[in-house]
């Protein structure tokens, strides 16, 4: 799968997990491409539910229920990491 691959489990006591609406918000997976806007057509296209964020970025549910947000392959992402390049942005709305 490559080094720049990574699969996070975490685990909270009984009642502070997330409510459903609160999951819906919630990112554990993204798509990276290299034409953003072709494959965001093709992916609303698709019929899946789209998830309005105050982000750029475009946010769907799969079919499945999983969450995604769709980024370019050479996209920063560091505002988002809140490592090494982003701290500065941690806890701050989007610009």
């Known amino acids: 799968m490559g080094g720049n691959f990574y699969i996070a ?3 909270e006591n009984e009642g502070v997990a997330l409510d459903e609406s609160g999951f819906l918000k919630a990112i554990y997976l993204e798509l990276k491409t290299d034409n953003v ?3 965001r ?3 609303v296209a ?3 539910n789209v998830i309005e964020v105050p982000d ?3 946010y769907f549910q799969a ?3 999983q969450v ?3 980024v370019g392959i050479n996209e920063d992402l560091s505002k988002y990491e809140g490592t090494g390049h982003g701290e500065q942005f941690v806890g701050r709305a989007f610009e």
């Open 56 to 58: 750029p970025h475009l």
């Open 68 to 70: 995604l947000r769709l």
């Open 41 to 43: 057509q093709k992916i």
């Open 37 to 39: 806007e072709e494959m």
């Open 46 to 48: 698709f019929g899946v």
């Open 9 to 11: 489990f975490l685990y």
């Open 63 to 65: 079919p499945g229920g």
